[in-house]
């Protein structure tokens, strides 16, 4: 079993904005504009919470001439886990608000 | 497609090149994903950040897999020095026994113990059957819990059988 991963504000955030929709796909740029976060925060934040199976991923095939998208959800373990970890994370809630408002 | 993008792309694809198979699919997702952001300079600074958090994952990879090369070297070494320290233990037991074996010989001999015309048979018994005999006794019996220095004293008893063997018919 992989060890338990650091929660972070950003991560914090992030875990939050899956928890909006909890079964719906989101998109890389999707999740940066809801949480503020900048690509070079939001994904190793990805990255670590796919390695530790708490998000899932997918490549969605869109209109011809575009690329696909690589798409993120929480699996069934992540959306346990991420509800467990933000209610823990209650006491720090306030400095989330804070970021969520300032767009770190 | 525009300079600012095309530019972004080209730092992008830079960086994966040099990630880790497991960090260039990420690689792909910050691509794919710049492709469908409108405004030109937001997908040059979500290139800029993904160059970013490439280079940080690569490097984290990269450490990573080196840590682990080395756990292997060491473990690799730590093994063979235990494998040749267990062989050369079975190695010294056979040599140990062979001399005990070969100075009960000379002793007996001095002591005039052994007839002239049983000397033939004498140093058969001691230079080869005690000593092999003992070397194969030590080998079966040390078979399952010390393998390694089984291995070492089969290899000695073997050289001494061989060495023995050429004497005699020589």
Same mark, same amino acid.
């Given at each position: =079993?992989?060890?338990?991963?650091?929660?972070?504000?950003?991560?914090?955030?992030?875990?939050?904005?899956?928890?909006?929709?909890?079964r719906s796909w989101r998109?890389?740029?999707?999740?940066?504009?809801? &949480?503020?976060?900048?690509?070079? &925060?939001?994904?190793?934040?990805?990255? *670590?919470?796919?390695?530790?199976?708490?998000?899932e991923? *997918?490549?969605?095939?869109?209109?011809?001439?575009?690329?696909?998208?690589? =798409?993120y959800r929480l699996?069934?373990?992540?959306? *346990?886990?991420?509800?467990?970890?933000?209610?823990?994370?209650?006491?720090?809630?306030?400095? =989330?608000?804070?970021?969520?408002?300032?767009?770190? | 497609?525009?300079?600012?993008?095309?530019?972004?792309?080209? $730092?992008? !694809?830079? @960086?994966?090149?040099?990630?880790?198979?497991?960090? /260039?699919?990420?690689?792909?997702?910050? #691509? +794919?994903?710049?492709? !469908?952001?409108?405004?030109?300079?937001?997908?040059?600074?979500?290139?800029?950040?993904?160059?970013?958090?490439?280079?940080?994952?690569? %490097?984290?990879?990269?450490?990573?897999?080196?840590?682990? %090369?080395?756990?292997?070297? #060491?473990?690799?070494?730590?093994?063979?020095?235990?494998?040749?320290?267990?062989?050369?233990?079975? @190695? @010294?037991? $056979?040599?140990?026994?062979? #001399?005990?074996?070969?100075?009960?010989?000379?002793?007996?001999? /001095?002591?005039?113990?052994?007839?002239?015309?049983?000397?033939?048979?004498?140093?058969?018994?001691?230079?080869?059957?005690?000593?092999? +005999?003992?070397?194969?006794?030590?080998?079966?019996?040390?078979? /399952?819990?010390?393998?390694?220095?089984?291995? +070492?004293?089969?290899?000695?008893?073997?050289?001494?059988?061989?060495?023995?063997? #050429?004497?005699? @018919?020589?």
């Open positions: =079993m992989k060890e338990r991963f650091r929660l972070s504000p950003q991560t914090a955030l992030v875990l939050d904005t899956f928890l909006e929709k909890p998109y890389g740029y999707d999740i940066s504009r809801d &949480t503020g976060l900048k690509s070079g &925060t939001l994904y190793p934040i990805l990255i *670590r919470l796919a390695d530790h199976e708490l998000v991923t *997918r490549w969605e095939t869109t209109e011809s001439g575009k690329p696909p998208r690589h =798409m699996t069934p373990e992540g959306l *346990r886990s991420a509800r467990v970890r933000l209610r823990d994370y209650g006491h720090r809630k306030s400095s =989330m608000v804070f970021l969520r408002e300032a767009k770190i | 497609m525009s300079p600012i993008r095309s530019i972004a792309r080209r $730092a992008l !694809h830079f @960086v994966m090149r040099l990630a880790p198979p497991r960090t /260039r699919s990420w690689g792909e997702a910050m #691509i +794919g994903e710049m492709d !469908h952001i409108d405004d030109e300079w937001d997908a040059l600074l979500w290139a800029l950040g993904g160059t970013l958090a490439l280079c940080r994952c690569s %490097l984290i990879e990269h450490l990573k897999n080196f840590r682990n %090369l080395l756990a292997d070297e #060491i473990s690799a070494r730590r093994k063979a020095s235990h494998l040749i320290k267990s062989i050369l233990s079975g @190695v @010294v037991a $056979a040599a140990t026994v062979l #001399i005990i074996s070969m100075l009960t010989l000379t002793n007996l001999q /001095r002591a005039a113990l052994v007839e002239p015309s049983q000397a033939r048979v004498a140093q058969l018994l001691f230079a080869v059957v005690i000593p092999d +005999g003992l070397c194969l006794l030590a080998a079966l019996a040390l078979w /399952r819990p010390q393998g390694r220095l089984t291995s +070492g004293i089969l290899a000695a008893g073997a050289a001494l059988g061989a060495h023995s063997i #050429i004497f005699f @018919v020589a």
